[in-house]
C-alpha cells in the first residue's frame, strides 16, 4: 500500500481526501514538481527547489519550503524506497480550497500540499540504444511555461496525438520552432554541436538540461543554445530528449524519417554517459559525506 503527503501527514493513499472547492482542481492554480533520487541520494534537489520557489513566488502563493526536503526523504523511507535505484517524489502545491473566484481568495487560504513517491527504470540498453521515435504536434501552451505549473492539458493531447500517430514521443512546435518535448527538453546535433532552446518563457527550464550543459561544456562537448527550426531537423545528425525520467533519451526517426543514419549518435551516447557518471558521482560524494559525519 502506498503512503501519501497530504497537508503535514503521512498516510495511506486510500485514506488522501482533497477538497471539491481546490483550486488546483478548479482552476488547475498550482504548481508540481519531480525530483528524482538514485538510491535514496537526492539529484539536483537544490536546482528543483529553487524552480519551485521561483513558481511559487511568481504565483504569489505564501508557502515555506523548508520542510521539503526531510519530507521528500521521509516519504522515500515510508514506501520502502530509501534504497531503490531510481525513485521520484512527485510533489505538487496549489493554492489551496476556496468558493471558486476567478480572482485570489480573500483571506488566509491554506495551499494544499501533496507528493507520492515512485520507484522508476530506465528503460534496459538493448532498447535505448535502438532509440525512440518522436512526431511533431502543435505547441498549444501558454506563454509562461517556465512556470511548472499544473496546467498539462497542452502537453497531454499534444503526447496523445504523437502516441496515436505511433510515435513514442511528442516535439512540440510553436511558429516553426521545435520547441520541447511534451515532458522533456528537445536537443538536435549539428555538425558535432548539441543544440537547444534558449531558457525563455517558451519551454520549461530543465534540470536534466542544465545538468548536460554543464557536463558538456566541462567535457569539451560544443554546445548552442538557439532555436531549433522545424525545417533543420531534416538536417540534424542526431537528436534527443532530456528530463528527471527519461534521462537522456536517443530521438532516431522524426516524423516517420530518420534523424541522421537513424541509430543512436555519439554525441548523444557521450552525453549520455556525462550523465550518468554525474549521477554516479552525487553518490559517491553523498555516501562519503555520510561517512565523514558518523566518524564525527
Ligand atoms: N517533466 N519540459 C517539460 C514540458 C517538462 O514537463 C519537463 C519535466 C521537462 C524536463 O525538466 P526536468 O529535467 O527538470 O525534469 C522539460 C516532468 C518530469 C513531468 O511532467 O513528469
Known sequence: MSTVYLNGDFLPKEEAFISPDDRGFLLGDGL??????????PFGFDEHLARLVRGLRWMR???????????????????????????????????GAAPRTHYFPEGD???TVYAYAKAWSRPSDERWNRGFTAATVPD???????????????????FQDAKERGADDAILVRDGVAIEGAHQNFWAVFGGTAVTHPKTNHILPGITRDIVLDEARRAGVAVEERPIQLEELTLADEAFFTGTTGEVRPVV???????????????????SDLFLARVEATKATAVAGAAMTQAE
Open 32 to 41: 508540481y514538481e519531480v525530483t528524482p533520487f538514485y538510491e535514496g541520494v
Open 61 to 95: 502563493i505564501d508557502f515555506d519550503t523548508s520542510g521539503l526536503e526531510a519530507m521528500h526523504r521521509e516519504l522515500l523511507a515510508r514506501n520502502g524506497l530509501d534504497t531503490a535505484e531510481r525513485a521520484l517524489v512527485y510533489l505538487q502545491i496549489t493554492r
Open 109 to 111: 487560504v491554506t495551499p
Open 140 to 158: 498549444r501552451r501558454w506563454s509562461r511555461v517556465d512556470i511548472k505549473s499544473i496546467c498539462l492539458l497542452p502537453n497531454a493531447i499534444g
Open 253 to 271: 526517426e522524426i516524423d516517420g524519417r530518420p534523424v541522421g543514419n537513424g541509430r543512436v549518435g555519439d554525441v548523444t551516447r557521450r552525453l
